[in-house]
């Protein structure tokens, strides 16, 4: 953050040559200098590079309101949020006006009067950018008052008259003067309250009782909703809907890199989860967006791998506690205990009651022999095979350290194991447990070793 500008006058602001802009101008401006010089307007956000991006910008550049159209944890309001790096860092405003009003155009009538009154002493003070963002969850007891303003009886009662103006006590949009406005769930919002932005929208004022009021607001407005909730909990009204200039669907990550990218930077890991476990999740999460199975209308969130990757982070801290390991690190063991209790994030077609575990466990299997065969495919396994003759039992589970998986382990494919390691990136004792665990996993879904599950733990002979 650059310091706050010293400047503290109208007259020093004039003298400094400081033009004003409108707030789409300002958008504008700094969008294309961005653009220009190489710099990504969008940091954090992956898979919409070549779809929804181009898009956004394209309504900026012409000014326009946009609602964004898609299912749940698609990043629709973590985008929104972008937008204030497209704002001026320091903007300045009247000093104490309720509004943050342009010293060069202030709009409601106590600033028009002590601009009258002081000149080029107007005071003025600095709004930094993150202040000129606004964003409201949409929910049914949201009112009329809340967006735009109502009489504020304390005003009323401190002498003013019932028809002054200043009466009003202004509401979040009109608070949001020269700012960005976002609305989250905006088919939640009331269709009786939804009327009430029109005007913001269209003639860029408000309405606010029986008041003969016109304040030339400056807002962009920008919003957010599912889907599905047009016609499950509510629609977005027609005469709204034909306000916005931009209707942009978003979608999850197309390409598997950019969900794991996705997991990475929004989970907090309290332990270490090796890519490929990543990688394992994003793949599952991918299979049950594409599974007939699952309810596809609510869709299934980037939360759900984001909570499975911290899932299996506490798993593995929690063994490493109780067991006295000296690092904690994630295995496959740690995976498919989380899947458990992720279940419940999901939301099942109707016919398919009972089955969800046996779901579950199908494309987890399913995500895991992918991942084998993306990264363990050309190494000859046959030494490992046939050192598991019967006699040797390697036993895996939620309470078993590494150590004791590596030691279980038969000794002769010693090159095999470096070959693992080497192709997962795994360095120490833990993340050579957790690669060759993995490596034990895919020779049993390639059906050359067996595999039995029981309590907590499960053998592989």
């Given at each position: 953050m650059t310091e706050r500008p010293g400047i503290g006058t109208v007259g020093e602001l004039r003298a400094s040559g400081h033009v004003a802009k409108a707030l789409r101008e300002e958008i504008r401006d700094n969008l294309l200098a961005k653009l220009a010089a190489g710099e990504d307007p969008w940091p954090g956000l992956h898979g919409f590079e070549s779809t929804v991006i181009p898009q956004l910008e394209r309504a900026l550049l012409a000014g326009h309101d946009v609602v964004l159209l898609g299912e749940r944890g698609q990043g629709k309001t973590r985008l929104l949020r972008t937008l204030v790096g497209l704002l001026d860092e320091w903007t300045p405003i009247i000093d104490g006006s309720e509004l943050g009003e342009h010293p060069y155009h202030p709009i409601t009538l106590a600033s028009q009067r002590r601009a009258g009154e002081l000149g080029d002493d107007l005071p003025i003070a600095w709004r930094h950018r993150d202040e000129r963002y606004s964003e409201k969850l949409a929910t049914p007891d949201t009112s009329v008052g809340d967006l735009i303003g109502d009489v504020d009886p304390i005003k009323?009662?401190?002498?003013?008259?019932?028809?002054?103006?200043?009466?009003?006590?202004f509401g979040l949009v009109p608070r949001s003067h020269r700012g960005i406005v976002a609305i989250n769930e905006l088919p939640d919002l009331a269709e009786r309250i939804q009327v009430a932005l029109l005007n913001v929208m269209e003639e860029r004022d408000i309405q606010i009782r029986g008041y003969v009021l016109r304040l030339p607001l400056d807002v962009l407005l920008v919003a957010s909703?599912?889907?599905?909730?047009?016609?499950?909990?509510?629609?977005i009204i027609t005469p709204l809907k034909d306000r916005f200039g931009a209707e942009i669907r978003t979608h999850y990550p197309i390409e598997v890199a950019d969900e794991v990218a996705v997991i990475r930077q929004e989970a907090h890991l309290v332990a270490e989860v090796p890519d490929v476990l990543i990688e394992i999740l994003a793949r599952f999460t991918r299979e049950l967006r594409e599974s007939s199975a699952i309810d596809q209308r609510s869709g299934v969130s980037a939360r759900f791998a984001i909570a499975g990757a911290e899932t299996v982070a506490a798993a593995a801290l929690h063994r490493a506690t109780i067991r006295g390991e000296d690092e904690a690190v994630a295995r496959l063991v740690d995976l498919e205990a989380a899947v458990d209790v992720l279940t419940g994030k999901i939301e099942f077609e109707v016919g398919e009651d009972g089955r969800e575990a046996e779901i579950m466990g199908h494309l987890l299997r399913t995500s895991t022999a992918a991942a084998v065969r993306e990264h363990l495919r050309g190494i000859d396994f046959a030494a490992l095979?046939?050192?598991?003759?019967?006699?040797?039992?390697v036993t895996t589970g939620e309470?078993?350290?590494?150590?004791e998986l590596l030691e279980a382990l038969p000794a002769g494919p010693a090159s095999t194991y470096d070959e693992v390691a080497d192709r997962l990136a795994a360095c120490?004792?833990?993340?050579?447990?957790?690669?060759?665990?993995?490596?034990?996993?895919?020779?049993?879904?390639?059906?050359r070793i067996s595999k039995e599950t029981g309590g907590s733990e499960t053998v592989y002979a």
């Open positions: 009323v009662a401190e002498g003013r008259s019932l028809g002054d103006p200043e009466t009003i006590h909703a599912n889907p599905e909730d047009y016609t499950n909990r509510g629609r095979v046939q050192a598991m003759d019967g006699s040797t039992l309470r078993v350290t590494a150590a120490t004792p833990g993340q050579r447990a957790s690669a060759l665990e993995l490596a034990l996993e895919g020779l049993y879904l390639a059906r």
